[in-house]
C-alpha cells in the first residue's frame, strides 16, 4: 500500500514530525514502512515554452523549445510533442539531479544547443506517465516547481490482513494519531447524502439475491455531472500512490477507496437497462467486456452486479466496459457496497485479476463503512464534477453490523505483557484508537471497538491494542521462572543422537546433503520406485510433483549435479524421511520413515566397486557401533535400485532394515553418471530403539591366543554361512573370529575360493594351553568339513 | 686385587671408547654379564675362599661392580646427550610441506545451524518435538484458527494430496499434536523440520525449506519472557551485541503477534546497504498463542497461557554464514557444502 505523507497531513497534524520519524512509528504500532520515498522538486524550475520547433536535421523525431525561465530563454530538446507554446513545464538545468536519480548534462544535439531538460511526470516521480512532459497547470515561470507541487513524500506500508482499515489513507492517519497522540483533525467526513429530488432510490431499483456474500449495497444517483479531468492536486495524489487519473468521476472514486478503504464504483445511468440493480450469480455463458478492455468468461460461482438483462460489473473486482462513465456521461450510479470477502477472492484468482477493489474486499470490509464511503465520494463529486446529488439512496442492508462488545479485565494488559501498564494510560491508549470504554461496578471494562475495526474481539485484541501503543520495546525482557511440581526431563532428540553416526560419515569422508523431498514421479517411475509415491495435485513444475519414496534417487542426482561441477569423487548421505503412501489408500496420511541414505562413487570397475562395497559395509558398521546398536548382518538381497549380484539386505535383530550394495547399472545410465556406484539406505529408527548404554566389561586378565585358518570352499558358498558355524562349534573359548581375506587363484582348485578367517581364543579364568586351542580348531574344522565340504590350507 | 683395578681400568677405557648404546651393551655382557662376565668370574672360586678372604673379594668385586656401572651410565648419558643434541640436524624435516589430504566429510551446514539452535533453547529446558511432513488440513490450518477463507490464508499457499492432506506449510502443526500428547502443562518444546510452500524458486525463498518454532505453555507467561528467550537465543547464536526487537504484526494463531527483528550484523543497527537502511533484519515471527488454539490442543486458557515464535533455519544460516542464495543449501554443490 502506497501513502502520501502529504495526504496522511490532512487528517493529522504532522507538524515537527519528519517523514523518517513518522514511518518508524508506524513501524512501531504494527504498520511496517518497507520504503521511504522523497520526492524533492525544490530544484526543479517551472518555465513557460515560447515557441517549438520540429528538430530540423535529428533523425529521431525531437523539438526544439524556447523555454522562458524568468530571468532568461534557453534552447532546451525534448523527444515529445505536447510541450505547445504557452506551455507551463518542470525543467531541470544542466548539473540538477532529476528525482528519478538522472543527471542532466549540457548536450549538442546535430547542431543544436541544448541547455537542460523538460521533465515528464515519471522523471520526477509523481507518476508513472513517460509519454509526454508534465504540462503544469499554473506556476510563475523561474520559479521552483515547489511552488506549484509540494515536494513529496511516500511510503510503502505493509498492511496486515486483519487490517483492511489501513488500506487507505484516513486509517494510516488514525493509526500515526494515536501514535503521536495527537488529534485527528477530522476522521469520517461530515455526512452527505444529497439534496435533489426525487429521491435517488426512486430513480435505481436495488436488489440483492445473494445476501450472504452482499451485506449492503448502496446506490445514489447524482445527475447533471460535468465529466472533465480531476483538478491538479487530486491527480497528483493518485499518481503518488500509483493510481492513473483518468476522469473527475473515476478519479474520485479512486481517491475515495486510497482514503477511506472503501471501493466505489460508477455506472453510467444512461446505460443501464433499465436503471436497476441486481447483486446475483453470474448465469452460465455469461461474458462481460471489463473495463481494462479484457473479454472474461464468467462462471456461476461469481457475484455480478446486472441491470435487467447483463452484468455490468463483477462484483468487488472489476467494473464493465460497457457501463463505463465516459465523456458523454451526464448522470451517474454510484454504487458503495460490501461483498464477501472469501467470495471475492475466490473470483479475483479464478480470473487471476487482483484488484485495488478486490485485495480491499477479500479482507472483509464492515459494512458501516460503505455509507462513509460513498457520502465522501457523492460530495467530492458534487464539488469537483458539478450535477445534483438525489436525496435518499437506494440502501439495501440484509445483514447489517452487529456491534460487538468486548468484557474486559484491565489486569490481563499486566499478566500478558509482564509490564505494569497504569490504568488510566491503557484506557487512554484505547480511547486514542477509537474504541469507546466503559468501566464497570465490578472493575471490569465494557469496550467497545471502531466500526472499522472488525479485527477486535477478545480480550487479548485488546491487550495487544494496548501494548503496541505503550510500545513493547518499553516490556522487560524476562525467562519464565516458575516453582514445579512437574519436571520435563532432557532427553537428546533423535537429531542429536544421528550426530554419532554423522560424525563417523563425517570421518569416513561423506558429507552430509539436504536434498528436497519433492521429486520428479516420472523419475521414480522409471527407477520402479513409485509403487507408493504420492503425487501432489497443485504441484509448480514436473520436476517436483511427487514426494521421494527413496533417498536414493536424490543422492544419484547430486553425484551427477558434482559430475557436471568437474568433481569427480562424489561421497555424499542425507538423513531425512521417505515417503511412503499405505496401500490401497493414497488419501491417508503416509507412513514418514526417517532413513540414512549414502552413495559414493566406485570407479570403473567390477574390482573398484567390490573394494567400495565392503569399504561402505565397514562405514556402516562402524555407524552402528557409534550409536550403541548391536551390529547389523547382510544377506543376499534383491532391491529395484541394486545390482542383482550386488545387493545386501542389512538386517537388524532379525528386522529388514534395508538395502546396500552396488547401484544397478540402469540408475546410473538413467542419471547419465559413467563410472560404478555404490549405496545404502537404511531405517534409522529401529537402530536407534535397538542402541543401549554401553556397559563396562572386565578387562582381560590372561592372554588371548590367535589362530589363522584359510577354508577352502565352493564359490557359492558364502563367508557369513562359515563364520556362523565357526562361531557355534567354536564354544565359549572362542572369543572372535573375523574373515580377512579371500582368494581366487593358481593354488586353489577352479570354481573353488579361500576365505581366511582369524579365531582368537581366550579364557577368562586362566591361560589357555595350545593343546585346548587345537582341540577347538580340530572341531571347528570338522563343522566346517561336514556343514561346507571345506578343505583347509596350510 | 690386582685383577679387579687392571680390570676396572681397562672396563672404564672401554666405556670412554664407546661410541654407540650397541658398544655399551657389549661392554655390559663383558664385564658384567651374569654367565661369562669378567667381573662375574672372579667370583667363580669363592666359595672355595676361607671366610675372611670371601668376603675381602666380595667386597673388592662389588666395588668393582659399581665402578663400571656408573661409568656406563654416566657415558650412556654423555651419549644420549650428544645424540639429542644433534638431533636438530640429523633428523629435520621440512615443516612447509603440506600434509596428504584428509578426505574429510562434513556435517551439513543446516544440521549444523539446527543444533546450534537445539542446544541454546535445550540449555532453556525446551525439549526436541517432530512431527510428519505430509499433514492433515485440520492440524495444518484450522486448528490454527487459520479456516478455508481466511484472509491470511494466502501467506500459506501449499501442495495438496487430497482436500484433506497437504505437506505442511509450517511446523505449527507439531505444536498442536504436542499439546495433545501432553495433557498437561508445562509445555516447553521447540519443533525443527521441513516445511513447503508453494512459491517459486528464488534466492530469498524455496518452495522446500526448514523452520524452528518453538512453544511454552505454562501459567502466567508473558511478552516478556517470550522477548527473554529469542534475546537469549539470538545472542547465544549471534553475539551479545545483538539487539531483538518485536514489533506487532500478525498471524492468526497468536494474539498479540509479532515479527522478530535482529540488528543488522553489519552496520549495528545505524542502517546499511545490507539492510536496506533499516539497521534491523526480520528473523521470524511470534506471538502469544491465541486461546483458540490453547483449545484446539487441549488445553484450558483459563488456567494456561502461552507464547511461539518460527523463523526459517535457512534465514539463519544465511545470516550467520553470510549466505545470499538460498538455494545453496538444497542443490548439494559440494564446493558449497564443504565450506562449513
Redesign the interface.
Same mark, same amino acid.
Given at each position: 500500500m502506497r501513502i502520501s505523507y502529504e495526504w496522511l497531513s490532512d487528517f493529522v497534524d504532522l507538524k515537527d514530525v519528519t517523514p523518517k520519524e513518522a514511518a518508524a512509528v508506524l /513501524?512501531?504500532?504494527?504498520l511496517?514502512v518497507e520504503n521511504l520515498t522523497v520526492v524533492d522538486l525544490s530544484e526543479i524550475i517551472v518555465g513557460k515554452v515560447l515557441e517549438q520547433i520540429p528538430h530540423p536535421k535529428s533523425r529521431n523525431p525531437l523539438w526544439v523549445h524556447q523555454v522562458d525561465l524568468g530571468d532568461h530563454v534557453e534552447q532546451i530538446i525534448a523527444g515529445a510533442p505536447n510541450a505547445v507554446p504557452g506551455s507551463l513545464v518542470p525543467v531541470a538545468m544542466p548539473g540538477t539531479a532529476v528525482p528519478n536519480g538522472k543527471i542532466v548534462r549540457d548536450m549538442n544535439i546535430a547542431g543544436y544547443q541544448a541547455r537542460g531538460m523538460l521533465c515528464s511526470a515519471d522523471e520526477l516521480l509523481l507518476g508513472d506517465d513517460h509519454s509526454g512532459i508534465l504540462i503544469l497547470d499554473s506556476g510563475k515561470p523561474g520559479d521552483s516547481l515547489e511552488t506549484v507541487i509540494p515536494s513529496q513524500v511516500t511510503m510503502d506500508i505493509e498492511v $496486515?490482513? +486483519? !487490517?483492511p482499515d489501513c488500506m487507505g489513507h484516513l486509517g494510516v492517519a488514525r493509526e500515526l494519531a494515536a501514535g503521536l497522540d495527537r488529534p485527528m483533525k477530522v476522521d469520517f467526513m461530515p455526512g452527505f447524502t444529497g439534496t435533489a429530488n426525487p429521491p435517488g432510490r426512486d430513480l435505481v431499483k436495488v436488489s440483492i439475491d445473494e445476501p450472504g456474500l452482499c451485506a449492503r449495497y448502496i446506490g445514489g444517483v447524482i445527475k447533471g455531472v460535468k465529466i472533465g479531468a480531476s483538478p491538479e492536486w487530486l491527480q497528483r495524489r493518485l499518481r503518488a500512490c500509483g493510481v492513473r487519473p483518468i476522469n473527475n468521476i473515476v478519479d474520485i472514486t479512486n481517491y475515495v477507496l486510497l482514503e477511506y478503504a472503501q471501493p466505489l464504483h460508477a455506472f453510467d445511468l444512461a446505460k443501464l437497462d433499465p436503471p436497476e440493480i441486481h447483486v446475483r450469480h453470474a448465469h452460465t455463458g455469461e461474458k462481460l467486456l471489463c473495463l481494462d478492455g479484457v473479454e472474461r468468461q464468467l462462471t456461476p460461482e461469481m457475484l455480478v452486479i446486472a441491470d435487467s438483462h447483463k452484468p455490468v460489473a463483477i462484483a468487488g473486482v472489476i467494473g464493465g466496459e460497457e457501463t463505463a462513465v465516459s465523456d458523454a456521461t451526464t448522470g451517474i450510479l454510484l454504487e458503495a457496497a460490501t461483498f464477501n470477502?472469501?467470495s471475492v477472492?475466490q473470483t479475483a484468482r479464478e480470473l487471476g485479476l487482483r484488484t485495488e477493489a478486490s485485495s480491499r474486499f477479500?479482507?472483509?470490509l464492515p459494512a458501516e463503512l460503505a455509507l462513509a464511503g460513498a457520502r465522501r465520494a457523492a460530495s467530492l463529486i458534487a464539488e469537483l464534477a458539478g450535477g445534483s446529488v438525489h436525496r435518499e439512496w437506494a440502501d439495501v442492508y440484509p445483514l447489517p453490523q452487529e456491534p460487538v462488545r468486548v468484557r474486559f479485565r484491565p489486569g490481563l494488559i499486566d499478566?500478558?505483557?509482564?509490564?505494569h501498564v497504569p490504568l488510566e494510560e491503557a484506557e487512554s491508549i484505547l480511547k486514542r484508537l477509537n474504541f469507546h470504554v466503559r468501566p464497570l461496578e465490578d472493575g471490569e471494562w465494557d469496550v467497545l471497538p471502531p466500526v472499522f475495526r472488525l479485527d477486535v474481539t477478545?480480550p487479548?485484541?485488546l491487550?495487544?491494542e494496548v501494548?503496541?501503543v505503550y510500545g =513493547?520495546?518499553r516490556?522487560?525482557? $524476562?525467562?519464565?521462572g516458575?516453582r514445579?511440581d512437574?519436571w520435563?526431563p532432557?532427553?537428546p532428540?533423535?537429531?542429536?543422537r544421528l550426530?554419532a553416526a554423522?560424525?563417523v560419515?563425517?570421518?569416513?569422508?561423506? #558429507?552430509? #546433503?539436504?536434498?528436497?523431498?519433492?521429486v520428479s514421479g516420472r523419475l521414480l517411475e522409471s527407477l520402479r520406485v513409485d509403487a507408493h509415491a504420492?503425487?501432489?495435485? %497443485?504441484?509448480?513444475s514436473d520436476d517436483?510433483d511427487t514426494?521421494r519414496t527413496s533417498l536414493l534417487p536424490s543422492l544419484v542426482g547430486?553425484v551427477g549435479? +558434482?559430475r557436471d561441477?568437474g !568433481?569427480q569423487e562424489?561421497?555424499?548421505y542425507e538423513i531425512?524421511?521417505a515417503?511412503l503412501a499405505p496401500v490401497g489408500d493414497?488419501?491417508?496420511?503416509?507412513h514418514?520413515p526417517m532413513r540414512l541414505g549414502v552413495l559414493a562413487t566406485a570407479g570403473a570397475s567390477a574390482d573398484a566397486a567390490r573394494t567400495s562395497f565392503y569399504a561402505m559395509k565397514s562405514v556402516l558398521d562402524a555407524a552402528f557401533a557409534a550409536l550403541g546398536a548391536p551390529p547389523c548382518t547382510y544377506q543376499r538381497g534383491a532391491q529395484e535400485l541394486f545390482h542383482p549380484g550386488r545387493c545386501a539386505a542389512v538386517v537388524l535383530d532379525g528386522r529388514l532394515l534395508g538395502y546396500m550394495g552396488e547401484l544397478h547399472p540402469a540408475v546410473a545410465s538413467t542419471f547419465k553418471i559413467e563410472g560404478r556406484l555404490v549405496a545404502l539406505e537404511i531405517d534409522l529408527e529401529p537402530v536407534l530403539a535397538a542402541s543401549r548404554t554401553s556397559r563396562a566389561q572386565p578387562l582381560p586378565r590372561f592372554p588371548a591366543v590367535e589362530r589363522d585358518l584359510a577354508v577352502v570352499v565352493e564359490d557359492h558358498v558364502a563367508a557369513g554361512a562359515l563364520l556362523a558355524t565357526i562361531k557355534e562349534v567354536g564354544g565359549e573359548y572362542l572369543e572372535q573370529a573375523r574373515a580377512f581375506d579371500e582368494y581366487h587363484g593358481p593354488q586353489v582348485p577352479e570354481g573353488q575360493k579361500s576365505i581366511a578367517f582369524t579365531l582368537t581364543f581366550r579364557s577368562p579364568e586362566r591361560t589357555l594351553t595350545d593343546a585346548e586351542v587345537d582341540r577347538v580348531m580340530t572341531e571347528i574344522k570338522i563343522g566346517l568339513q561336514k556343514r561346507h565340504k571345506a578343505r583347509f590350507r596350510e | 686385587m690386582s685383577d679387579q683395578s687392571g680390570l676396572v681400568k681397562e672396563a672404564l677405557g672401554a666405556i670412554a671408547k664407546a661410541r654407540t648404546e650397541g658398544e655399551l651393551e657389549t661392554i655390559t655382557l663383558d664385564y658384567l654379564g651374569r654367565k661369562s662376565g669378567q667381573i662375574t668370574k672372579l667370583l667363580t672360586g669363592i666359595g672355595q675362599l676361607a671366610p675372611d678372604q670371601r668376603a675381602a673379594l666380595g667386597q673388592s668385586a662389588n666395588e668393582a661392580k659399581r665402578a663400571i656401572e656408573a661409568a656406563l651410565a654416566s657415558r650412556r648419558e654423555e651419549l644420549e646427550g650428544a645424540r639429542l643434541a644433534d638431533i636438530a640436524e640429523t633428523e629435520a624435516i621440512d615443516v612447509t610441506f603440506p600434509g596428504p589430504p584428509l @578426505?574429510?566429510?562434513?556435517? +551439513?551446514v543446516? /544440521?549444523q545451524m539446527?543444533?546450534q539452535i537445539?542446544t541454546v533453547l535445550?540449555s532453556? @529446558?525446551y525439549? *526436541?518435538e517432530?512431527g510428519?511432513?505430509?499433514?492433515?488440513e485440520w492440524y495444518n490450518f484450522e486448528a490454527l484458527n487459520i479456516s478455508?477463507?481466511h484472509?491470511?490464508r494466502? %501467506?500459506w499457499d501449499s501442495? =495438496?494430496? #487430497?482436500p484433506?492432506?497437504l505437506?505442511r506449510a509450517h511446523t505449527s502443526p507439531v505444536q498442536i499434536r504436542a499439546m495433545q500428547r501432553s495433557k498437561?502443562p508445562?509445555? &516447553?518444546i521447540i519443533t525443527?523440520g !521441513?516445511c =513447503?510452500r508453494?512459491d517459486?524458486p528464488e534466492a530469498t525463498r524455496l518452495? &522446500?525449506f526448514?523452520q524452528v518454532e518453538g512453544l511454552?505453555v505454562?501459567?502466567?507467561?508473558? *511478552?516478556?519472557?517470550m522477548? @527473554? $528467550?529469542l534475546? &537469549?537465543m539470538i545472542q547465544s547464536l549471534y553475539g551479545n551485541e545483538r539487539k531483538v526487537?518485536?514489533?506487532?504484526? =500478525?498471524f492468526p494463531f497468536t494474539?498479540?503477534?509479532?515479527?522478530f527483528d535482529i540488528t543488522c550484523g553489519i552496520c549495528g543497527g545505524a542502517g546499511c546497504k545490507s539492510c536496506r537502511h533499516k539497521g534491523w533484519l526480520e528473523v521470524g515471527g511470534c506471538g502469544?498463542v491465541?486461546?483458540q488454539v490453547l483449545r484446539n490442543g487441549g488445553i484450558d486458557p483459563d488456567q494456561w +497461557?502461552g507464547y511461539a515464535w518460527g523463523f526459517g533455519i535457512e534465514r539463519m544460516a544465511m545470516l550467520k554464514h553470510n549466505v545470499d542464495d538460498i538455494r545453496l543449501? &538444497?542443490?548439494?554443490?559440494?564446493?558449497f557444502?564443504?565450506q562449513f
Open positions: /513501524t512501531r504500532l504494527g511496517e $496486515t490482513s +486483519n !487490517r470477502g472469501s477472492r477479500d479482507k472483509g499478566e500478558m505483557l509482564g509490564l477478545i487479548q485484541d491487550v495487544e501494548g503496541r =513493547y520495546d516490556v522487560p525482557s $524476562t525467562l519464565p516458575h514445579r512437574k520435563i532432557a532427553v532428540s533423535i537429531g542429536r550426530d554423522r560424525e560419515l563425517a570421518g569416513a569422508g561423506f #558429507t552430509e #546433503t539436504w536434498n528436497p523431498a519433492l504420492m503425487r501432489v495435485s %497443485n504441484a509448480l517436483m514426494l547430486v549435479l +558434482n561441477r !568433481r562424489v561421497c555424499v531425512a524421511s515417503f493414497k488419501s491417508a496420511q503416509p514418514e | @578426505g574429510r566429510g562434513h556435517i +551439513n543446516l /544440521t539446527q543444533r537445539e535445550e532453556l @529446558g525439549r *526436541v517432530l510428519p511432513e505430509v499433514e492433515t478455508a477463507g484472509p491470511a494466502e %501467506n501442495f =495438496y494430496f #487430497t484433506q492432506l505437506l498437561e508445562p509445555i &516447553y525443527p !521441513r =513447503y508453494r517459486a518452495p &522446500y526448514s511454552a505454562d501459567r502466567g507467561l508473558t *511478552v516478556g519472557d522477548k @527473554g $528467550t534475546l &537469549y526487537r518485536v514489533r506487532p504484526s =500478525y494474539e498479540p503477534s509479532f515479527e502469544m491465541h486461546p +497461557n543449501f &538444497y542443490e548439494s554443490d559440494l564446493r557444502l564443504e
